[in-house]
């Protein structure tokens, strides 16, 4: 159904790109009316906004689909994160190296970037 719509909408946006620039050859070769012109634009904006919805709604969708890891690597993490919080608790958030031990790169933005472009089958 949305995928019907999605596709419905693209076909319309490109119709109505295609009569926009067609409308303003000199020769007006299809016999477009000021009405025509003042119409289409708006025409084009409606399903790009409708386009726009449904695609914001893919990649929500998208960013909430689930990864499938074995319980050895989810124990491994569930571990790390423990121990992380440990220290975060003990107060190592606060030491002097800590910001430099965590280095320059923003490995947070990596890593989500990286599971978010994974394929999930």
Do not use: F
């Amino acid at each position: 159904m949305i995928s019907d719509i999605k596709r419905k909408c693209e076909e319309e946006i490109e119709w109505a790109q295609e009569n926009i620039k067609e409308m303003e050859l000199p020769e007006n070769p299809s016999g477009y009316t000021l009405e025509d012109r003042e119409y289409l634009p708006c025409w084009k904006e409606a399903h790009q906004g409708i386009l726009n919805i449904i695609l914001k709604k893919e990649q929500e969708e998208k960013s909430k689909e689930t990864i499938e890891i074995t319980k050895e690597e989810y124990i491994r993490l569930r571990i790390a994160e423990e121990s992380l919080n440990r220290l975060e608790a003990g107060g190592i958030d606060n030491w002097e190296w800590y910001e430099e031990s965590l280095g320059e790169d923003d490995y947070v933005e990596k890593i989500t970037r990286e599971v978010m472009e994974y394929k999930i089958v």
